[in-house]
């Protein structure tokens, strides 16, 4: 069983920055695509940021371009979330996510695996 764990997630002021890490328990996998999603209460859970593995081909959401960042290190076991810039209304449970087969990787559902999600606020 694969087991996401994020951690990262804070209360910061306007302007400032935050890195969002999302660790993948299991040693040995085969995965396609990774991802951060966000939610926040009574909405639907949205894209922020996905990327293929060792492809490097990144998508952002349009809220997010320009701000956020995402990123793994060399072996793909963490993937982080480099959020500069930080806005009100990037508040929100974020969450990462897996996904294992080739195919699409922008949506929600199209992802396998999910971590727990981590909080973030931000203040104006």
């Known amino acids: 069983q694969v087991q996401l764990v994020e951690s990262g997630g804070g209360l910061v002021q306007a302007g400032t920055s935050l890195r969002l890490s999302c660790t993948i328990s299991?040693?040995?996998?085969?995965?396609?695509?990774m991802g951060w999603f966000r939610q926040t209460p009574g909405k639907e859970r949205d894209v922020v940021a996905t990327?293929?593995?060792?492809?490097?081909?990144?998508y952002y959401a349009d809220s997010v371009k320009g701000r956020f960042t995402i990123s793994g290190d060399n072996t793909w076991k963490t993937v982080y979330l480099q959020m500069n810039s930080l806005k009100p209304e990037d508040t929100a449970v974020y969450y990462c996510?897996?996904?294992?087969?080739?195919?699409?990787?922008?949506?929600?559902?199209?992802?396998?695996?999910w971590g727990q999600g981590t909080q973030v606020t931000v203040s104006s």
């Open positions: 996510a897996l996904r294992i087969r080739s195919g699409s990787y922008v949506s929600a559902n199209d992802y396998d695996y």
């Open positions: 299991r040693r040995t996998f085969s995965g396609y695509a």
């Open positions: 990327v293929r593995w060792g492809a490097g081909n990144a």
